[in-house]
């Protein structure tokens, strides 16, 4: 296994705290700092010239970096503030007087059914039988040929349980059907093609696994399937020749900016360039190792003490979020917080998740103390 711990110096939260809550916030790496001092003396100096050249070519770099993340070209790629715009982005391009149902689950996070509670259609929510996962056979049931779309996620925000997409992707597809998968917690710490995956969607930000903080987001849109697509909720940067400025009439890019919207904004975009500078230089297959085996080590040293955390069954189903039941979540992230351990709370549980830049000292001494009330 590579030995990434070189990377623990690039992240300052590690002087003064043991950072075990990457599945909530990413932390805030020299590179990213560099890249937003960067972007406000651009911005003191020159003010809006930046966009004809720097600003401009940063949002490209991005579009570029993100495809190169996934495997796809950057003319598949188009920039979000949120995961919520992009889905809503999404549900404004699709025809659904005729096929009515939308297929999620409830281990989504709410962000994914919240798009479709106030509309006019058939959702389904996929109940899990465990509380960890949703087994492909409920997904086969649910779709249908009246089923305009499937939506759900990469790995379950709720147990870190990493879904098959590929298989998602070929039950919707055999019924006609788009699938969308929200990737926040699974692209950074999970190597991806988006290509061969046989989706049509996949959206993640730079908040958790990309180190990329706040307000940044992307959308990957298969090319070959989503093109024809036109939303009606757009803005003047998905307008093919925007700089026209003619308010008679709109023609959408011809990549997947037509499914961009206003304005990105830049503070956020150079921030997540200094994230991926870190990333890049990791190498997704490194990471992934790295943090399947502190996952793993986590998970047997829980257990060794009692404890028994909610994840997959096998370890090739787990992501790098473990949930330990505590019987009051929020007193035990405070308590924990006094003594120098940044973790999370969800009902029922204590979420923990190691990334690449943690050593096994640092979750060995959480369970220490999270023992210790």
């Known amino acids: 296994m590579t030995d990434l711990t070189r ?4 992240f300052p939260i590690f002087q003064h705290t043991t950072y075990l809550n990457s599945c909530s916030l990413g932390p805030l790496s020299r590179q990213s700092r560099g890249r937003v001092m960067t972007y406000l003396d651009q911005w003191e100096r020159r003010g809006a010239a930046n966009w004809y050249d ?3 070519a940063a949002l490209e770099e991005l579009r570029t970096r993100y495809g190169a993340l996934i495997g796809a070209r950057p003319g598949e790629i188009a920039l979000h503030p949120s995961v919520s715009s992009i889905l809503g982005v999404i549900a404004s391009a699709l025809d659904t007087t005729t096929r009515r149902r ?5 281990l989504d996070f709410p962000t994914v059914p919240y798009q479709w509670l106030p509309r006019d259609v058939d ?17 086969e049931r649910a ?14 925000f709720t147990s870190g349980a990493i879904q098959d997409i590929a298989a998602i992707g070929a039950i919707a597809r055999r019924h006609g059907a788009l699938s969308v998968i929200d990737g926040y917690q699974g692209v950074g710490q999970l190597p991806l093609n988006a290509p061969a995956s046989g989706v049509d969607f996949y959206c993640s930000g730079g908040l958790k696994w990309l180190l990329g903080g706040t307000g940044v987001c992307f959308l990957w849109a298969n090319a070959e399937t989503t093109h024809g697509l036109v939303p009606s909720n757009t803005g003047w940067f998905a307008h093919k020749d ?22 990105p904004p830049l503070l956020p975009v150079y921030t997540q360039l200094g994230g991926l500078d870190v990333l890049e230089a990791a190498g997704a297959e490194a990471i992934r190792a790295t943090t399947a085996a502190l996952t793993e080590d986590l998970i047997a040293e829980a257990r060794a003490r009692g404890r028994v ?9 787990r992501s790098a979020i473990v949930m330990l039941p505590s019987a009051d979540p929020k007193r035990d992230v405070a308590r924990l917080a006094d003594r120098g351990f ?23 001494a959480f369970l220490e103390a999270f023992t210790d009330d």
């Open 7 to 10: 990377f623990r110096d690039d």
């Open 54 to 56: 720097v600003w401009w």
């Open 102 to 106: 939308i297929v999620t689950t409830t």
């Open 123 to 139: 959702l389904v929510l996929l109940e899990s039988p465990d509380g960890v996962s949703i087994p492909l056979e409920l997904f």
């Open 143 to 156: 779709v249908n040929d009246e089923t305009a779309l499937v939506v759900t996620s990469h790995v379950y």
């Open 242 to 263: 925007q700089f026209a400025f003619d308010p008679r009439s709109f023609t959408p890019h011809d990549d997947a900016r037509r499914f961009e919207t206003g304005t």
């Open 309 to 317: 955390p909610k994840v997959a069954a096998n370890a090739v189903d």
């Open 342 to 364: 940044i973790v999370d709370a969800r009902p029922g549980h204590v979420r923990v998740s190691p990334y690449f830049y943690n050593v096994v000292a640092d979750h060995r």
